[in-house]
């Protein structure tokens, strides 16, 4: 088995399409072939509730149990806790449990590595494990960011979308230098996007202007639909909700992209060493 990349999916702004992200790019991932795990880190449950797990405070066994395990140096002799979505993707869930965490973590030993610690056995059944973080930049976060190979950054495209981005890319160089070298921005994936305005253009423009030479830009953007927002509430992705709408092909092509992407840098490292 190829080896397991570890994508966080982080923005900390909220409502920029980081959950429904994970959910769709993981289930095309899945639909590729791809053995796959969602993580998610954001004490609100909003992908834990989105995946049909409605009540996320009566889960007995979350990330924040595992992290609270893994600072104790305990561990957990099975992976019952991993649950199974019809659409074949496992889930490690997250509920209120997490903020409480956040906080016993400020005085934990390797602070910054204890959800490493938790997914490093993990990292061995899959392709690939896309974390879902939470709308800050604080602990649990970092903690996402020091487990990465890559982060993928959703922007909704909105005026100004470019506020918020030089935070987000200086905590990345941060975590780079201090925590986890290996780190890559992976790219930056414009969401929300109405093709009867120039906001996505002028989104793509401003991103490009700024940040261009920084960070790639993803071709693909995810327009905005209702579809999208109801699939939301019925605990399936939008391939099943919605399976040859709008949304659905853009995250089939954006998974494609992210794929080539991936195949072509192979490539030419191979090339390199050649
Ligand atoms: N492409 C889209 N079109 C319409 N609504 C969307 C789209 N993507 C996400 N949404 C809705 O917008 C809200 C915020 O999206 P979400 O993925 O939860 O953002 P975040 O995780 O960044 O807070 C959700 O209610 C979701 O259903
Ligand atoms: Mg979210």
Redesign the pocket.
Not at 222 to 226: D, G, K, V
């Given at each position: 088995m190829p080896q397991c990349e570890i994508i966080a999916i982080a923005?900390q702004k909220?409502?920029?399409?980081?959950?429904?992200?994970t959910l769709s790019f993981g289930v095309a991932l899945a639909k590729e072939g791809k053995k796959v795990l969602l993580i998610d880190a954001d004490p609100q449950g909003?992908l834990t509730t989105c995946m049909g797990y409605y009540e996320p405070d009566d889960i007995p066994v979350t990330l924040g149990t595992l992290m609270e395990y893994s600072m104790l140096d305990k561990t957990l002799d099975n992976k019952d806790y991993i649950l199974h979505h019809k659409e074949n993707v496992d889930l490690i869930p997250s509920n209120l449990d997490l903020s409480s965490m956040e906080m016993s973590l400020v005085n934990a030993m390797s602070r910054e590595y204890t959800m490493k610690n938790c997914l490093q056995e993990l990292r061995k059944d899959y392709d690939y494990i896309l974390i879902?973080c939470m709308?800050s930049l604080g602990m649990i976060t970092i903690n996402a960011l020091a487990s990465a190979d890559k982060v993928i950054i959703?922007v909704e495209a909105q005026f100004l979308p470019a506020k918020g981005m030089s935070q987000l890319l200086r905590t990345v160089n941060k975590v780079r230098k201090q925590i986890n070298p290996n780190l890559k921005v992976e790219g930056v994936l414009i969401?929300?996007v109405d093709k009867r305005t120039n906001l996505s253009k002028a989104t793509y423009q401003q991103l490009q202007e700024n940040y261009g030479s920084m960070v790639k830009i993803f071709d693909t953007q995810?327009?905005?639909?209702?579809k999208?927002?109801e699939s939301?509430a019925s605990g399936k992705s939008i391939f099943n909700y919605d399976k040859s709408g709008k949304?659905s092909e853009a995250y089939s092509l954006f998974t494609k992209e992210v794929l080539e992407n991936e195949q072509e840098r192979n490539k030419n490292a191979i090339a390199k060493v050649r």
């Open positions: 923005n909220g409502g920029v399409g980081k959950t429904t992200t909003d879902d709308p959703p969401t929300f995810i327009p905005r639909t209702t999208m927002a939301t949304v």
